[in-house]
């Protein structure tokens, strides 16, 4: 039995809990009573992966059907990973112990760039091989993938039998359904595919040819097998009918978001230019106040978990914060439980929800300002001005916070030294106001750590066209912003720039890269997200065997006219509202939010109708 | 206010959860329960509820225990068990409840039972035999303030020690507790280094928690 040989070297390995299931809220089954097993895969260790929201909520989904069963797989850390090659242990699920290259489906959630070489790895610690053409022509073992990075699935064509474009909740069971149909009809797995390919939001990368002109450039796609011509993601109307987990796998180990997470909204008014989440998770839909609160109970009895964080894009955003939130402070103070708000706007709340907030609030303050000039932030469309985060400093510092977090992004568009100046200068007088407080907290200075990431270029955003700096004009912005600090008060990290280059070509990849990620896998590329893992050199290597310039995704500007690799997926924005806000950003003019005015992104026609009532527009 | 001692079992899978651990999962454990537990009372109130003797991972028990107090005096203990039975994890159940009668520090020994699986079992006895008959079995243990030669021959009581066709099964106090804490392990290095014979501990079972006069702690 896998299980033993599993066992005989478990106290061999890290954090050993990991690896043998077992957790209270796991869901067992009589697999002589399943029709279709699922395993969800995560391309990431357990400790990520288990905190991962979408994941909770399609485990429970599917378990909800009495004849499918979906099980959970994580990527082993690498003491295990040597050990189970050692000793033939294939990768195998977390609840039956069986190993997944018997299932159904192997479904994979693509959450960042970087863990595309983890998806090959665990393919071949499983068994199943890592090319789809090579697998078998029987109707099993089908790889499948979802979540954003999907968005553009090019650089992960030929790894996967289809993608799942946009919210799981329904189609994944469509898919899963016709699969139960077919297998009972005793049909192959290419006939499968074809039928998929007619559902909305299924993407069969082989049905799709792709030509290119002398230059590089995409001059043209085809379809075969009666696939359509463009697809278009799923989208749940309905958040509060939608289906919502009330008990969570409760880990042994520590995992990193260790918690109850209760989803308050899906979507983002704020149209930010530069982010891929406020663009693809589009249109803005809430739950309501009613729901979330039940969902909380729900999950805090259930799991037993003292903790409940709001996951959203940007949790005041919700129409109904201020009662929403009094309501759950409520309840969580009522029974002990922490609740801990991320994604927070502090600025428009009354006074008595504001001294509610601060008892439960003890993280530090935290501010995305992405850029270091007014005008840089309008070109991203980011409203938020200096005078607020001075307002918000200066209500914290006199409420006792002596530290203060601010995110920036380099290498934006038109960015200037002045805007890259401009970040010091901000921190800057962020420490001027803590000193010309009254009373601010006594006996220790300020601090306040400016974290730099450079700007990667994301499908589906208005800055999609755009190219990233070069590593030399990073370091050139880097070594100008140390420079310009003036004061130890002031803290700066920043990113390496090799991780941000690999991440932009990935990101905005074609189908040209699957060689080169096979290869870099080859030569023992594997968590590149992890910094100690990341081999840049040994991507360079595989870049060049493959004949792939690493600068023609990187640095190029794609032209508005250019096919991109995605334009055959529908996101519900469209290309032309996208070069328009483009456009937009170049003239440094930020675009209302979707509250105050319609951007006719393209959403709204999808949908059959506005996304908010016209009452609200006029807020 | 009721203070409750708990005698739990820890097995199959849930031996890999490390001590660490197993706290956080003992207090959702108890959140789960919804029993009366009492909470501390200073700035950061938290359930209080403390193990008396940490169990290292891998091992199995039938005799953990976990001391707590219950605010509800009408509470039976048969209803403290049953509620907490009803939300353990996999492998982890509650044996028995009863009143706390002893202090921690009457904590004296524990017995463990164990398999060494070898290939040459008769070869493996004779080794054991052979250390067992020696006046001193010194083993290196790491303290706080560095590594220490000890030895453990005069707390080590060897209760059985059989053949079976493919182990040599031993049972053993060992001094457990607030004072000196001997892990079967220490036995484990001091064999694999009087003797050749390839041997793999399996089956490390803790089975009961003793007093000074080998009367049950409870």
């Known amino acids: 039995m896998l299980k033993d040989k599993i066992e005989k070297h478990l106290l061999e390995v890290q954090k050993p809990s990991r690896y043998i299931g077992g957790e209270v809220g796991s869901i067992i089954k009589d697999k002589s009573k399943v029709d279709v097993r699922f395993a969800f895969c995560f391309p990431d260790t357990y400790d990520i992966g288990m905190s991962h929201l979408g994941m909770k909520i399609l485990y429970s989904l599917t378990n909800e059907r009495e004849n499918y069963w979906c099980e959970r797989c994580f990527a082993p850390g690498l003491d295990f990973e040597e050990i189970m090659r050692a000793n033939d242990i294939p990768l195998y699920a977390l609840e039956s112990l069986d190993p997944i290259k018997d299932f159904d489906f192997i479904g994979f959630t693509m959450q960042y760039e970087l863990s595309y070489t983890n998806v090959l790895n665990m393919l071949d610690l499983a068994g199943i091989p890592i090319f789809a053409k090579d697998r078998t022509e029987e109707l099993t073992q089908i790889v499948v993938a979802g979540g954003p990075c999907v968005c553009n699935p090019e650089p992960l064509a030929d790894f996967f039998d289809l993608f799942i474009l946009g919210e799981g909740e329904e189609v994944n069971l469509e898919l899963m359904d016709l699969y139960h149909e077919m297998k009972q009809q005793g049909a192959k797995r290419i006939d499968f595919l074809r039928r998929a390919a007619q559902i909305q939001g299924i993407y069969v990368p082989q049905f799709y040819h792709f030509s290119y002109n002398e230059d590089g450039t995409i001059s043209g796609v085809t379809t075969t097998d009666g696939a359509p011509q463009t697809v278009k993601k799923r989208i749940i109307k309905d958040m509060d009918s939608v289906y919502y987990p009330d008990n969570f796998v409760v880990p042994f180990t520590e995992i990193v978001h260790d918690r109850v997470s209760v989803e308050v909204l899906r979507g983002c008014i704020r149209g930010c230019r530069f982010c891929q989440a406020g663009f693809i998770y589009r249109p803005f839909r809430e739950k309501s106040t009613d729901t979330i609160c039940k969902e909380t109970k729900a999950l805090c009895e259930n799991t037993g978990y003292d903790e409940v964080s709001l996951a959203s894009l940007s949790t005041s955003d919700h129409s109904d914060i201020d009662p929403m939130l009094t309501r759950l402070i409520d309840y969580t103070v009522g029974e002990r439980v922490n609740l801990s708000l991320p994604s927070l706007r502090v600025d428009n709340f009354s006074e008595a929800l504001l001294n509610k907030i601060k008892k439960v609030r003890k993280s530090g303050l935290t501010f995305a300002a992405e850029g270091g000039t007014q005008r840089l932030r309008d070109v991203i469309n980011k409203n938020v001005s200096e005078e607020e985060i001075m307002n918000t400093c200066r209500i914290a510092f006199e409420g006792g916070y002596s530290t203060v977090k601010l995110y920036f992004m380099m290498g934006l568009p038109t960015e200037t030294d002045e805007d890259i100046v401009g970040i010091a200068d901000l921190a800057q007088r962020i420490v001027d106001l803590f000193y010309s407080i009254e009373d601010r907290p006594k006996g220790r200075g300020v601090q306040v750590s400016v974290s730099c990431a450079t700007f990667v270029p994301k499908p589906f955003t208005p800055f999609q066209f755009e190219p990233q700096d070069t590593r030399e004009m990073i370091e050139h912005k880097q070594k100008l912003l140390l420079d310009s600090v003036k004061t130890k008060k002031v803290k700066v990290s920043y990113h390496d720039p090799n991780v941000s280059m690999l991440e932009v070509i990935l990101a905005k990849g074609d189908r040209r890269l699957c060689q080169s990620i096979y290869t870099a896998w080859k030569k023992g590329c594997k968590f590149d997200s992890w910094e100690e893992h990341y081999k840049f050199d040994k991507w360079l290597e595989a870049f060049a065997e493959c004949g792939i310039d690493p600068s023609f995704y990187a640095n190029r500007r794609f032209e508005y006219d250019e096919i991109l690799p995605w334009d055959h997926l529908d996101y519900y924005v469209t290309k032309e509202f996208l070069i328009r806000e483009n456009k937009t950003a170049r003239m440094s003019v930020t675009t209302p939010h979707c509250r105050l005015k319609c951007s006719a992104c393209g959403v709204s026609k999808e949908i059959g109708g506005p996304c908010f009532a016209k009452s609200k527009s006029d807020i | ?218």
């Open chain 2, 1 to 218: 206010m009721q203070r409750v001692r708990a005698i739990f079992e820890k097995k199959g899978r849930a031996k890999y959860i490390s001590h660490l651990d197993l706290n956080r999962c003992m207090l959702r454990t108890f959140r789960r329960s919804r029993l009366p537990i009492w909470y501390t009372e200073g700035f950061n109130p938290h359930p209080y509820y403390s193990f008396a003797l940490a169990l290292s991972l891998g091992f199995e028990s039938s005799c953990e225990i976990l001391d707590f107090n219950i605010t509800d005096d009408n509470m039976s203990m048969e209803e403290i068990r049953d509620k907490l039975n009803a939300v353990m994890p996999e492998g982890m159940s509650i044996v028995s409840v009863a009143e706390q009668k002893l202090k921690i520090t009457a904590i004296a020994k524990a017995e463990y039972s164990f398999s060494l699986v070898s290939d040459d079992v008769q070869g493996l006895y004779d080794a054991v035999q052979q250390l067992l008959a020696q006046p001193e079995i010194n083993i290196e243990k790491k303290t706080k303030k560095g590594i220490k030669t000890v030895d453990i021959k005069p707390d080590m009581e060897v209760l059985t020690c059989e053949k079976t066709d493919d182990s040599v099964d031993m049972r053993m106090y060992l001094p457990a507790g607030t004072q000196t804490n001997y892990n079967p392990t220490l036995f484990f290095e001091a064999l694999s280094r009087t003797t050749d014979v390839a041997f793999t501990p399996e089956k490390i079972l803790r089975t009961g928690i003793l007093c000074e006069n080998n009367e049950i702690f409870s």
